[in-house]
């Protein structure tokens, strides 16, 4: 589903430049379930900026899907996106304006769904991360745990192939940090693709396979089933 | 202590400098245009008042009916000074003018003639009244001999080119000599006395001597002694209808008595207007100078009030936001130990530094303007600069607008709880943003309203100038004090005629632009009677008048002046038509006289009818008219058939100096002199479209703050957006709209105000327009533009913005 072959990636700063990606190159395929681990500031989170097509690689080739989407200007790379893709962050990414329910709502209503559908698609959702209940809330009235289960029904509620996670557990305690992997493992075994940035080998052990990486480039693979 | 407050605030203020500078800019053009308005206010309200005893001093106005006339004049008989003098004790001392308006003077030793404006008659009171001085001769004996005459600098400069001129002579209208007996200071020219540059010796004026109780020329000024009740005043002054007037009046009117006089409707009422009122307050036709008006007072006072608030919404609006912010820097600062009261004071500091670097913008920006600004509202206004009061005043106004304007963001932000800031959680968003909404919402709207007043004024103008007014006063030039030319007249208006540019020319005083002429009484042969008299304007004209001025015939013919009893018609209009109950047809042929009491009337029968046409400002419903064919020779218009003005004005000038030489050439175009009496309303109408600029402009420099700050506090909230597939367009839309609707409440609150104030001004206007849903809209759709306008620039950079970095940015 995902390949990638000799991506680089560059940040100029004013006297430096950092290589934040080196010719990096593998391939995940669909129905996996990927973890990327690496020391802080080794390239996890540029790389999955690239993969989730919120950036554009300064080198190399990605294939999508069997498409190649390096060179893909904003609108195209965003029409992409918004079918196919889900992102869960460590900060959980909530808008706090708006409540439980139209934070999951909102990725419907940028594909353009009618609204009779996108409440029960959404209801669905909820029932699915148990936090139905909670509809109504805010995220400021929810807990760690519960606000990642929300953003998690946000990442899947437009069925994407491919949920990009990046840290998801970051913020949450153990308990919580289980939940919130059992969810994903949940999903994954329901046929979604998974790239997965994480600190935490207890986490990783959720995954099929391990990518480490080390100053933007892939230093091993272990493979866990 | 206090120093610490002071650098604390400068540092937070370099900190933001987009904010600093939007609250800056925007409270100083508020502040400058609020301190225009405000000088312009201070001089109105004090109009006069430069005058010794300039509260004392009041004048005596005359409303009379007799005879079927109805007068308001601001003046009163020759005898009512002297008798006031003589007859009430508390009368410390009288003085009245006899004005002549314009008049052509020169030093005996030249030969060209200098036009005075405002000439005038003045008893020899005068210098004592008003306490005024003389740079050169002695107020005790200056105006006392006939001939004699007292100049301002201005002109004595004008005439001799120096003030030191007491004892020289100058000839009046090429006849009388008078000689100069002393010169002041050009008068205050917000005073009623402005215009005035020649002051004559009453003495020479025979009709001021006279003990006529009819004739009303005079104006009457009188002095009262310090605490004098207005009410006996009155009741004195109700007295003199009996004690003098009625006696004298019997004279005239045999066997008429008090009753009598009372019992045919008849009325004679003296009346008292402080000097200081005159200005602002008084409403006759024939005053001595350019008057205000208080409507205008409050109207300026309204937009300069207007201006200043919304600068300082703007403070409010811009520092609430920034507020958000900074919860943090307050979270820290109570966890640490300082009390809401220090915050306070740390804030109302911020708001005082910048207030008072606004101010001493505010003033530069004003006197730079200043210029602009007196010709926009036709006064000669002066930044007090050496008025200490003026610097307190200043003071004041600054420390007052910073409190004011720092006291609501003080207020919000020293009330944020520190464990909600230091959470990051920010603020439940909601309440805040009501007020924040509700201050945005009340600048567009004065924005809205202000828009409305200036269209209306605007279109008011427009249909006044383009109002068929029933006479063509296009390509008319007429030129002015032809009476000059004394026996060259018909020369000059022949060799006149004889340019191939002219298409006809009439001599007559008599021109269709607004100025004070008044009724007289006629009646028909038919009714004879005080009861049935018509009050109507005598025109004095010649046969050429109703073809140069294109009036329009609609029954009967034009004057014949080879006819020798043409020398009694009369030509009417249709409103005259209308006073006589008769169609035009019936009308012609019917004889009229003015001379109701004598033996022998003459008559004077109706040859011919026209339409009605303005003569008078459109504020006038138009009056009966009757035209005379008599000579006048106080103007000349002239109709031309040509575009080529420049040229044909030289001709008939070279032809003037020719036949008149000596005599001042004054010309103007008669589509000008009908511009000139709307001066006021085209007044009203700039300074209109330079405050609603103004307010509009520092409504959007809030806006555009405000909708920064939006963006900024919002940053987080559109990466996600752009993460989950929102569109660079649909953020845009989100963020801009939310704006919008602000906007568009304010309008939609604002229009009906607008509509109801305007159409109030509008009352004013015998023939005015009605405010139509085109000036509505228009209002509508200019000022959402405008806020689209400078919203989207944010709004556009906002969601154009990588999410990435926002996203990072935690
Ligand atoms: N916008 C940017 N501008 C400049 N340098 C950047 C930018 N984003 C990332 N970098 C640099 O690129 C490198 C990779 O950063 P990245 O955020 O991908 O690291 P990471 O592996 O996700 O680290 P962490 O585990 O701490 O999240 C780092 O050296 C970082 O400093
Ligand atoms: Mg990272």
């Given at each position: 589903?995902?390949?990638?072959?000799?991506?680089?990636?560059?940040?100029?700063?004013?006297?430096?430049q950092?290589?934040?990606?080196?010719?990096?190159?593998?391939?995940?395929?669909?129905?996996?379930?990927?973890?990327?681990?690496?020391?802080?500031?080794?390239?996890?989170?540029?790389?999955?900026?690239?993969?989730?097509?919120?950036?554009?690689?300064?080198?190399?080739?990605?294939?999508?899907?069997?498409?190649?989407?390096?060179?893909?200007?904003?609108?195209?790379?965003?029409?992409?996106?918004?079918?196919?893709?889900?992102?869960?962050?460590?900060?959980?990414?909530?808008?706090?304006?708006?409540?439980?329910?139209e934070?999951?709502?909102?990725?419907?209503?940028?594909?353009?769904?009618?609204?009779?559908?996108?409440?029960?698609?959404?209801?669905?959702?909820?029932?699915?991360?148990?936090?139905?209940?909670?509809?109504?809330?805010?995220?400021?009235?929810?807990?760690?745990?519960?606000?990642?289960?929300?953003?998690?029904?946000?990442?899947?509620?437009?069925?994407?192939?491919?949920?990009?996670?990046?840290?998801?557990?970051?913020?949450?305690?153990?308990?919580?940090?289980?939940?919130?992997?059992?969810?994903?493992t949940?999903?994954?075994?329901?046929?979604?693709?998974?790239?997965?940035?994480?600190?935490?080998?207890?986490?990783a052990?959720?995954?099929?396979?391990?990518?480490?990486?080390?100053?933007?480039q892939?230093?091993?693979?272990?493979?866990?089933? | 202590?206090?120093?610490?407050?002071?650098?604390?605030a400068?540092?937070?203020?370099?900190?933001?400098?987009?904010?600093?500078?939007?609250?800056?800019?925007?409270?100083?053009?508020?502040?400058?245009?609020?301190?225009?308005?405000?000088?312009?206010?201070?001089?109105?309200?004090?109009?006069?008042?430069?005058?010794?005893?300039?509260?004392?001093?009041?004048?005596?106005?005359?409303?009379?009916?007799?005879?079927?006339?109805?007068?308001?004049?601001?003046?009163?008989?020759?005898?009512?000074?002297?008798?006031?003098?003589?007859?009430?004790?508390?009368?410390?001392?009288?003085?009245?003018?006899?004005?002549?308006?314009?008049?052509?003077?020169?030093?005996?030793?030249?030969?060209a003639?200098?036009?005075?404006?405002?000439?005038?008659?003045?008893?020899?009171?005068?210098?004592?009244?008003?306490?005024l001085?003389?740079?050169?001769?002695?107020?005790?004996?200056?105006?006392?001999?006939?001939?004699?005459?007292?100049?301002?600098?201005?002109?004595?400069?004008?005439?001799?080119?120096?003030?030191?001129?007491?004892?020289?002579?100058?000839?009046?209208?090429?006849?009388?000599?008078?000689?100069?007996?002393?010169?002041?200071?050009?008068?205050?020219?917000n005073?009623?006395?402005?215009?005035?540059?020649?002051?004559?010796?009453?003495?020479?004026?025979?009709?001021?001597?006279?003990?006529?109780?009819?004739?009303?020329?005079?104006?009457?000024?009188?002095?009262?002694?310090?605490?004098?009740?207005?009410?006996?005043?009155?009741?004195?002054?109700?007295?003199?209808?009996?004690?003098?007037?009625l006696?004298?009046?019997?004279?005239?009117?045999?066997?008429?008595?008090?009753?009598?006089?009372?019992?045919?409707?008849?009325?004679?009422?003296?009346?008292?207007?402080?000097?200081?009122?005159?200005?602002?307050?008084?409403?006759?036709?024939n005053?001595?100078?350019?008057?205000?008006?208080?409507?205008n007072?409050?109207?300026l006072?309204?937009?300069?009030?207007?201006?200043?608030?919304?600068?300082?919404?703007?403070?409010?609006?811009?520092?609430?936001?920034?507020?958000?912010?900074?919860?943090?820097?307050?979270?820290?600062?109570?966890?640490?130990?300082?009390?809401?009261?220090?915050?306070?004071?740390?804030?109302?500091?911020?708001?005082?530094?910048?207030?008072?670097?606004?101010?001493?913008?505010?003033?530069?920006?004003?006197?730079?303007?200043?210029?602009f600004?007196?010709?926009?509202?036709?006064?000669?206004?002066?930044?007090?600069?050496?008025?200490?009061?003026?610097?307190?005043?200043?003071l004041l106004?600054?420390?007052l607008?910073?409190?004011?304007?720092?006291?609501?963001?003080?207020?919000?932000?020293?009330?944020?709880?520190?464990?909600?800031?230091?959470?990051?959680?920010?603020?439940k968003?909601?309440?805040?943003?009501?007020?924040?909404?509700?201050?945005?919402v009340?600048?567009?709207?004065?924005?809205?309203?202000?828009?409305?007043?200036?269209?209306?004024?605007?279109?008011?103008?427009?249909?006044?100038?383009?109002?068929?007014?029933?006479?063509?006063?296009?390509?008319?030039?007429?030129?002015?004090?032809?009476?000059?030319?004394?026996?060259?007249?018909?020369?000059?208006?022949?060799?006149?005629?004889?340019?191939?540019?002219?298409?006809?020319?009439?001599?007559?005083?008599?021109?269709?632009?607004?100025?004070?002429?008044?009724?007289?009484?006629?009646?028909?042969?038919?009714?004879m009677?005080?009861?049935?008299?018509?009050?109507?304007?005598?025109?004095?004209?010649?046969?050429?008048?109703?073809?140069?001025?294109?009036?329009?015939?609609?029954?009967?013919?034009?004057?014949?002046?080879?006819?020798?009893?043409?020398?009694?018609?009369?030509?009417?209009?249709?409103?005259?038509?209308?006073?006589?109950?008769?169609?035009?047809?019936?009308a012609?042929?019917?004889?009229?006289?003015?001379?109701?009491?004598?033996?022998?009337?003459?008559?004077?029968?109706?040859?011919?009818?026209?339409?009605?046409?303005?003569?008078?400002?459109?504020?006038?419903?138009?009056?009966?008219?009757?035209?005379?064919?008599?000579?006048?020779?106080?103007?000349?218009?002239?109709?031309?058939?040509?575009?080529?003005?420049?040229?044909?004005?030289?001709?008939?000038?070279?032809?003037?100096?020719?036949?008149?030489?000596?005599?001042?050439?004054?010309?103007?175009?008669?589509?000008?002199?009908?511009?000139?009496?709307?001066?006021?309303?085209?007044?009203?109408?700039?300074?209109?479209?330079?405050?609603?600029?103004?307010?509009?402009?520092?409504?959007?420099?809030?806006?555009?703050?405000?909708?920064?700050?939006?963006?900024?506090?919002?940053i987080?909230?559109?990466?996600?957006?752009?993460?989950?597939?929102?569109?660079?367009s649909?953020?845009?839309?989100?963020?801009?709209?939310?704006f919008?609707?602000?906007?568009?409440?304010?309008?939609?609150?604002?229009?009906?105000?607008?509509?109801?104030?305007?159409?109030?001004?509008?009352?004013?206007?015998?023939?005015?327009?009605?405010?139509?849903w085109?000036?509505?809209?228009?209002?509508?759709?200019?000022?959402?533009?405008?806020?689209?306008?400078?919203?989207?620039?944010?709004?556009?950079?906002?969601?154009?913005?990588?999410?990435?970095?926002?996203?990072?940015?935690?």
């Amino acid at each position: 589903m995902i390949k990638i072959t000799n991506l680089e990636k560059y940040y100029k700063t004013e006297e430096v430049q950092t290589i934040a990606l080196n010719k990096l190159s593998f391939e995940v395929k669909q129905g996996e379930f990927a973890a990327i681990m690496g020391p802080s500031g080794c390239g996890k989170s540029t790389l999955l900026n690239i993969l989730g097509l919120l950036d554009d690689p300064d080198g190399g080739s990605y294939l999508f899907n069997g498409i190649e989407v390096a060179g893909y200007n904003e609108r195209k790379r965003a029409q992409l996106r918004k079918h196919n893709i889900g992102f869960v962050f460590q900060s959980f990414n909530l808008i706090d304006e708006l409540s439980v329910f139209e934070n999951v709502e909102l990725p419907l209503i940028y594909t353009g769904v009618k609204p009779a559908e996108r409440k029960e698609r959404v209801h669905a959702v909820l029932e699915k991360m148990q936090i139905m209940h909670r509809r109504k809330h805010f995220p400021q009235q929810l807990s760690g745990g519960q606000q990642q289960r929300v953003a998690v029904a946000r990442a899947v509620v437009n069925n994407p192939k491919l949920i990009l996670a990046d840290e998801p557990t970051g913020n949450l305690d153990s308990s919580n940090g289980n939940e919130v992997m059992d969810l994903l493992t949940e999903l994954n075994e329901a046929g979604t693709t998974i790239i997965m940035v994480t600190h935490s080998e207890h986490d990783a052990k959720f995954s099929h396979r391990i990518i480490r990486m080390l100053d933007g480039q892939k230093v091993t693979e272990n493979v866990l089933v | 202590m206090i120093r610490n407050y002071i650098k604390i605030a400068f540092r937070s203020l370099k900190k933001q400098p987009f904010f600093t500078l939007i609250n800056t800019l925007g409270l100083a053009i508020g502040m400058a245009g609020g301190l225009l308005i405000a000088l312009y206010i201070y001089e109105e309200l004090n109009h006069d008042n430069m005058f010794a005893d300039a509260d004392r001093i009041y004048r005596i106005e005359t409303d009379i009916k007799f005879g079927g006339a109805e007068i308001k004049s601001a003046e009163a008989a020759p005898p009512m000074a002297g008798t006031l003098q003589t007859d009430f004790a508390e009368v410390e001392n009288t003085v009245r003018f006899r004005t002549l308006g314009s008049n052509l003077l020169r030093s005996s030793d030249k030969t060209a003639n200098i036009k005075e404006l405002s000439t005038t008659y003045v008893d020899s009171t005068f210098f004592n009244m008003f306490g005024l001085e003389l740079i050169n001769g002695n107020t005790e004996t200056a105006l006392k001999e006939t001939n004699t005459l007292v100049m301002t600098r201005t002109a004595a400069e004008n005439h001799f080119g120096s003030v030191d001129v007491v004892g020289k002579s100058l000839l009046l209208n090429n006849k009388e000599t008078y000689m100069v007996t002393g010169v002041m200071e050009d008068l205050p020219k917000n005073s009623f006395l402005g215009d005035y540059s020649i002051f004559m010796a009453m003495a020479g004026n025979v009709a001021s001597r006279e003990n006529i109780w009819g004739g009303n020329n005079y104006y009457t000024f009188v002095k009262l002694a310090p605490e004098t009740r207005m009410d006996n005043f009155q009741l004195q002054l109700d007295g003199l209808l009996e004690k003098y007037v009625l006696p004298w009046a019997k004279k005239t009117f045999p066997g008429m008595t008090a009753d009598s006089f009372a019992a045919s409707g008849n009325y004679i009422k003296f009346h008292t207007i402080p000097l200081t009122d005159i200005h602002l307050y008084s409403d006759n036709q024939n005053e001595m100078g350019e008057t205000g008006t208080i409507q205008n007072v409050y109207i300026l006072s309204f937009i300069g009030f207007f201006l200043i608030f919304l600068a300082c919404v703007n403070f409010m609006n811009l520092s609430t936001a920034h507020s958000l912010k900074r919860s943090k820097e307050v979270g820290i600062r109570k966890t640490l130990g300082s009390n809401r009261l220090q915050l306070i004071v740390q804030f109302l500091t911020e708001s005082g530094l910048v207030a008072f670097a606004s101010m001493i913008i505010a003033i530069v920006i004003a006197f730079i303007a200043l210029p602009f600004f007196n010709d926009l509202a036709g006064r000669n206004i002066s930044i007090p600069f050496t008025e200490p009061l003026f610097y307190v005043a200043i003071l004041l106004i600054t420390i007052l607008l910073g409190l004011f304007s720092g006291s609501y963001p003080a207020f919000v932000i020293s009330r944020f709880i520190p464990v909600d800031t230091l959470k990051g959680n920010g603020m439940k968003n909601s309440s805040k943003w009501n007020i924040r909404s509700m201050l945005v919402v009340f600048q567009f709207g004065v924005a809205v309203f202000l828009i409305v007043g200036t269209l209306v004024v605007f279109q008011q103008l427009e249909f006044i100038q383009n109002k068929d007014l029933g006479f063509d006063k296009e390509q008319v030039l007429v030129i002015n004090d032809t009476y000059a030319a004394g026996k060259q007249l018909n020369v000059f208006k022949q060799d006149v005629l004889n340019l191939s540019a002219v298409k006809s020319a009439t001599l007559s005083s008599f021109m269709p632009t607004p100025s004070s002429r008044s009724n007289s009484s006629y009646f028909r042969e038919s009714a004879m009677d005080q009861e049935y008299a018509i009050q109507m304007q005598t025109w004095e004209v010649d046969d050429d008048y109703l073809n140069t001025l294109s009036l329009e015939l609609i029954a009967g013919r034009d004057f014949n002046s080879q006819s020798a009893a043409d020398s009694t018609a009369v030509i009417i209009n249709e409103s005259t038509l209308a006073t006589l109950g008769l169609s035009a047809e019936e009308a012609l042929g019917i004889r009229i006289t003015e001379e109701v009491e004598r033996e022998n009337p003459e008559f004077y029968h109706v040859i011919g009818v026209i339409k009605d046409f303005h003569y008078e400002s459109l504020r006038e419903n138009i009056g009966s008219l009757g035209l005379f064919m008599k000579r006048s020779t106080g103007s000349m218009a002239i109709k031309l058939k040509t575009d080529d003005f420049a040229s044909v004005i030289a001709s008939i000038e070279s032809i003037w100096i020719k036949r008149v030489p000596g005599q001042p050439f004054n010309y103007r175009f008669m589509d000008d002199a009908f511009e000139t009496s709307y001066k006021e309303e085209r007044r009203l109408g700039s300074i209109f479209i330079v405050f609603t600029s103004l307010s509009i402009f520092i409504a959007c420099l809030g806006l555009f703050g405000l909708a920064a700050f939006n963006a900024q506090n919002r940053i987080k909230e559109i990466g996600v957006r752009k993460v989950l597939g929102a569109s660079v367009s649909q953020i845009t839309y989100g963020l801009t709209t939310d704006f919008l609707k602000l906007v568009a409440i304010a309008t939609i609150i604002a229009l009906p105000f607008g509509w109801y104030f305007m159409n109030i001004w509008l009352e004013d206007f015998s023939y005015r327009i009605q405010i139509g849903w085109e000036i509505m809209s228009f209002s509508a759709i200019l000022v959402i533009s405008i806020a689209i306008i400078t919203v989207s620039y944010q709004s556009i950079k906002a969601a154009l913005a990588n999410p990435i970095k926002s996203l990072r940015t935690e």
